[in-house]
């Protein structure tokens, strides 16, 4: 059978891929930019990528697929207007696919059994309801909190249960959810796939506990033998409670916004047929808090939700931001020989998360405090993997643009806030090691910034390629006195 996979770099279709193809499924998968689109599984023969955007109403989809997978979301975009960006990918893929053969739709939403919703959880409705029909079944599948390795309400409750040990919270940790593993989410969503039984309907699907949010802290808490106690006060607001979480946790305040607002509104299911007609008895929540830090401890975090792209990002393509600038910019450039490249290049690819920095990680970690107190991402989201980076991965503050180890090559882009931007690229070639920092400043504040960085970035920067070229007990060959220092500054800014 021939599937269509849309929102393929999100954090549910990076799990669903795999189980499609292991089914011996042809599958085409639907990206923005084939920059970030999982290379791992490219030399697979049932796979393809097409580059669409869901947002132009000119679009061609492959005739013969029988069945597509719509998982297109703006949840975590900055945008106030993420419901009409919602609606135009929904109508366009509505229009796209009844020009196909295909005859099933299916549709991940989220619960929406309460009469006053979240503008987040309307906004679902309402492409539930753009996606009906007459050319293809539809397929809805209601999801409340998703737990599983790397997805947001894990990773949220987690920073707090393991970072604060007594907490003061607003009221709404009161409200109830029905939460479920995300194994059981990639179940009942390749069990229903071209299954009669499942068409033109919705089913809400949760897992067998019904929990307030202060009782998945507290069993989370449990689970992994911490003792927490939790207050509640009516002094914080929407507001102060999307700060806190942004500053408490690895959210950004965007995400936080959307999710304190869906976390007012009781997500409980009504209709769990879906589960006796697929045959799949779902894990408790304590089961899925389990398997999830199984995955995490064998290091097999498949996907995250930090490596959802910023705008950006979906505005231009990675691709372009992998073109480094020289023009109008600062460059610092840095070389040393090394003894083993072969474990410099792994020690390389480790480099982050809870690696650190392997030198100054106390100035690290204090840029990433500072960038959390001008509404930056800070260090907080860490890295998905402690060995494995592809294109789009976050990695603390950066985002990876290149990891590509047959050419020795990784490139960061900074994501934290900065009056500029700024790309950290290392190569090694031979037994030399390179390191380049490029900033291009925006305006006077720009420059000021850079002049004011020199003496960390030569302590910083210095420390960090000599500590990569350390590797293995191996000591380097003395360093090569090849640190440049280029000042090219134009009177304007040029774009790439």
């Given at each position: 059978?021939?599937?269509?996979?849309?929102?393929?770099?999100?954090?549910?279709?990076?799990?669903?891929?795999?189980?499609?193809?292991?089914?011996?499924?042809?599958?085409?998968?639907?990206?923005?930019?084939?920059?970030?689109?999982?290379?791992?599984?490219?030399?697979?023969?049932?796979?393809?990528?097409?580059?669409?955007?869901?947002?132009?109403?000119?679009?061609?989809?492959?005739?013969?697929?029988?069945?597509?997978?719509?998982?297109?979301?703006?949840?975590?975009?900055?945008?106030?207007?993420?419901?009409?960006?919602?609606?135009?990918?929904?109508?366009?893929?509505?229009?796209?696919?009844?020009?196909?053969?295909?005859?099933?739709?299916?549709?991940?939403?989220?619960?929406?059994?309460?009469?006053?919703?979240?503008?987040?959880?309307?906004?679902?409705?309402?492409?539930?309801?753009?996606?009906?029909?007459?050319?293809?079944?539809?397929?809805?599948?209601?999801?409340?909190?998703?737990?599983?390795?790397?997805?947001?309400?894990?990773?949220?409750?987690?920073?707090?249960?393991?970072?604060?040990?007594?907490?003061?919270?607003?009221?709404?940790?009161?409200?109830?959810?029905?939460?479920?593993?995300?194994?059981?989410?990639?179940?009942?969503?390749?069990?229903?796939?071209?299954?009669?039984?499942?068409?033109?309907?919705?089913?809400?699907?949760?897992?067998?506990?019904?929990?307030?949010?202060?009782?998945?802290?507290?069993?989370?808490?449990?689970?992994?033998?911490?003792?927490?106690?939790?207050?509640?006060?009516?002094?914080?607001?929407?507001?102060?409670?999307?700060?806190?979480?942004?500053?408490?946790?690895?959210?950004?305040?965007?995400?936080?916004?959307?999710?304190?607002?869906?976390?007012?509104?009781?997500?409980?299911?009504?209709?769990?047929?879906?589960?006796?007609?697929?045959?799949?008895?779902?894990?408790?929540?304590?089961?899925?808090?389990?398997?999830?830090?199984?995955?995490?401890?064998?290091?097999?975090?498949?996907?995250?939700?930090?490596?959802?792209?910023?705008?950006?990002?979906?505005?231009?393509?990675?691709?372009?931001?992998?073109?480094?600038?020289?023009?109008?910019?600062?460059?610092?450039?840095?070389?040393?020989?090394?003894?083993?490249?072969?474990?410099?290049?792994?020690?390389?690819?480790?480099?982050?998360?809870?690696?650190?920095?392997?030198?100054?990680?106390?100035?690290?970690?204090?840029?990433?405090?500072?960038?959390?107190?001008?509404?930056?991402?800070?260090?907080?989201?860490?890295?998905?993997?402690p060995t494995d980076l592809k294109p789009g991965d976050s990695l603390d503050f950066w985002r990876v643009l290149i990891a590509d180890k047959t050419q020795h090559r990784l490139l960061l882009y900074a994501e934290m806030k900065l009056p500029g931007e700024a790309w950290l690229e290392f190569h090694i070639q031979g037994n030399t090691l390179t390191q380049t920092a490029t900033f291009r400043p925006l305006g006077l504040f720009g420059r000021l910034y850079w002049y004011?960085?020199?003496?960390?970035?030569?302590?910083?920067?210095?420390?960090?390629?000599?500590?990569?070229?350390?590797?293995?007990?191996?000591?380097?060959?003395?360093?090569?006195?090849?640190?440049?220092?280029?000042?090219?500054?134009?009177?304007?800014?040029?774009?790439?």
């Amino acid at each position: 059978m021939h599937i269509l996979l849309t929102g393929v770099t999100g954090y549910i279709a990076q799990r669903l891929l795999p189980a499609l193809l292991s089914k011996s499924c042809r599958v085409t998968c639907c990206v923005r930019d084939l920059d970030r689109f999982n290379d791992s599984y490219h030399n697979h023969p049932n796979l393809s990528a097409i580059v669409v955007d869901f947002l132009n109403d000119s679009i061609e989809l492959p005739h013969d697929i029988d069945a597509a997978f719509y998982f297109i979301h703006s949840m975590s975009k900055p945008t106030v207007d993420f419901h009409a960006l919602e609606a135009t990918c929904a109508q366009n893929f509505k229009v796209a696919v009844e020009n196909t053969q295909a005859k099933q739709v299916i549709y991940l939403s989220g619960i929406v059994n309460e009469a006053n919703l979240s503008p987040h959880l309307k906004s679902r409705l309402h492409v539930e309801s753009l996606l009906q029909s007459d050319q293809y079944a539809l397929t809805t599948l209601r999801a409340g909190i998703i737990v599983g390795s790397g997805s947001a309400s894990f990773d949220i409750i987690h920073d707090l249960v393991e970072k604060i040990p007594i907490m003061i919270t607003p009221r709404w940790i009161q409200t109830r959810c029905q939460p479920i593993a995300i194994r059981d989410v990639i179940m009942c969503l390749h069990r229903s796939l071209l299954n009669p039984k499942t068409y033109n309907q919705s089913f809400d699907i949760g897992g067998p506990d019904i929990l307030s949010y202060k009782r998945m802290m507290l069993q989370f808490a449990d689970v992994r033998g911490l003792k927490r106690y939790i207050f509640t006060t009516p002094l914080l607001s929407p507001r102060l409670s999307s700060y806190w979480l942004n500053f408490v946790t690895r959210t950004t305040y965007s995400l936080a916004q959307r999710l304190v607002d869906s976390m007012k509104t009781e997500v409980i299911c009504r209709d769990t047929r879906l589960f006796e007609l697929l045959d799949i008895t779902p894990m408790t929540y304590r089961e899925a808090i389990k398997s999830a830090f199984h995955r995490i401890e064998q290091n097999d975090v498949v996907s995250s939700w930090t490596d959802s792209p910023h705008h950006y990002f979906l505005e231009k393509g990675i691709a372009y931001y992998t073109r480094v600038p020289t023009h109008a910019c600062f460059i610092d450039h840095r070389a040393v020989s090394v003894k083993n490249p072969k474990a410099s290049l792994e020690k390389l690819w480790q480099l982050g998360g809870k690696s650190g920095w392997y030198f100054g990680n106390a100035l690290w970690r204090i840029r990433g405090v500072i960038d959390q107190i001008v509404g930056g991402v800070g260090l907080r989201r860490g890295r998905r993997s402690p060995t494995d980076l592809k294109p789009g991965d976050s990695l603390d503050f950066w985002r990876v643009l290149i990891a590509d180890k047959t050419q020795h090559r990784l490139l960061l882009y900074a994501e934290m806030k900065l009056p500029g931007e700024a790309w950290l690229e290392f190569h090694i070639q031979g037994n030399t090691l390179t390191q380049t920092a490029t900033f291009r400043p925006l305006g006077l504040f720009g420059r000021l910034y850079w002049y004011s960085c020199l003496p960390f970035h030569h302590f910083i920067f210095n420390g960090l390629i000599h500590s990569i070229a350390k590797c293995s007990q191996m000591p380097p060959t003395p360093t090569v006195a090849n640190r440049k220092l280029i000042q090219s500054v134009a009177d304007s800014e040029h774009p790439m």
